[in-house]
């Protein structure tokens, strides 16, 4: 069951990052983020009951792990916002990297021959994807700035320690608790940035229905990842490996949405990095 429901939450994130894609054409990165977050907390406060009742600093936890995200959104959103959609979906597919490399440098885990083998498989896809074929016009038509795909990783880094921090956190809390105050915080972190910054809100956002459905899906896909979490018997490294069948969603999305070329070799780059991830786990 909780391979189902983490198999659930990567479709549906592949299907969101090509609705932040449409819901970016009409209004600005801050403006979407703001008020898909609010959306999706007032979609979880009927739940609020069930949400109270943890340990003090549990609280202060989960306001780490949404601060976490909070800087994770602003960097995948710039970076969809600026890139095509299939290289974004290739390039989140790294956070199974950095998530390797948290496990060694924090908890101290020691690699074996297959985790060092899928390393490096993950790292020539990624290496590969720069290297894409086709002429140089269309080449030229998806060379990214250098700082959208360091916004990209970065957004991976910030990902993979939020992944963590959900596995530790779903040991003492549940999956109510940790949804309600996570979103909670996470709308107060946008709330205070744009108050900072001045940042104002179109009133159009109300009247893109893409981020109502990213809301929607944020809401249910979470859910389902947090109850996965805490299902015993669940494992992160087989549950980060599923997590990545959202790539195939982007990259199809791709060619048939977005009219992107080279899908065949980006297709390509994705197989050599999930061969990667699956000798990994093995």
Do not use: H
């Given at each position: ?6 198999l659930l939450y990567g479709v549906l994130k592949g299907v969101r990052e090509v609705v932040k894609k449409k819901a970016l054409t009409k209004n600005t990165v801050m403006e979407v983020l ?49 890139m095509p959609i299939s290289i974004y979906g290739i390039l989140d597919l790294s956070r199974v990297l950095f998530a390797t490399l948290l496990g060694v440098f924090v908890l101290q885990e ?135 069948s959202g790539c195939v969603v982007t990259i199809l999305a791709g060619k048939f949405i977005f009219k992107e070329k080279n899908i065949g070799y980006k297709l390509f780059c994705a197989a ?11």
């Open positions: 069951m909780w391979m189902l429901l983490v703001f008020f898909y977050t609010l959306l999706a907390f007032l979609f979880v406060v009927p739940d609020a009951k069930n949400a109270m009742g943890m340990e003090p600093q549990y609280y202060f936890y989960v306001a780490l792990k949404s601060f976490v995200i909070f800087l994770a959104w602003i960097f995948s959103f710039k970076a969809i916002d600026k020691v690699l074996g021959v297959y985790q060092i083998i899928g390393l490096i498989l993950v790292s020539a896809g990624l290496i590969l994807l720069k290297f894409r074929p086709g002429t140089a016009r269309n080449r030229q038509k998806e060379d990214i700035q250098v700082v959208y795909v360091l916004f990209a990783f970065a957004s991976c880094i910030l990902n993979a320690v939020s992944g963590l921090m959900d596995k530790l956190l779903m040991r003492e809390i549940s999956s109510s608790q940790l949804q309600f105050w996570y979103m909670l915080f996470l709308v107060s972190y946008y709330g205070i940035y744009l108050v900072v910054t001045r940042t104002r809100i179109s009133g159009s956002v109300l009247k893109n229905g893409w981020i109502w459905l990213l809301s929607i899906l944020f809401v249910i896909a979470d859910r389902a990842l947090f109850i996965a979490n805490g299902m015993e018997g669940s494992r992160v490294t087989v549950m980060t490996l599923i997590k990545q050599v990095i999930v061969a990667g991830i699956v000798i990994s786990v093995l």
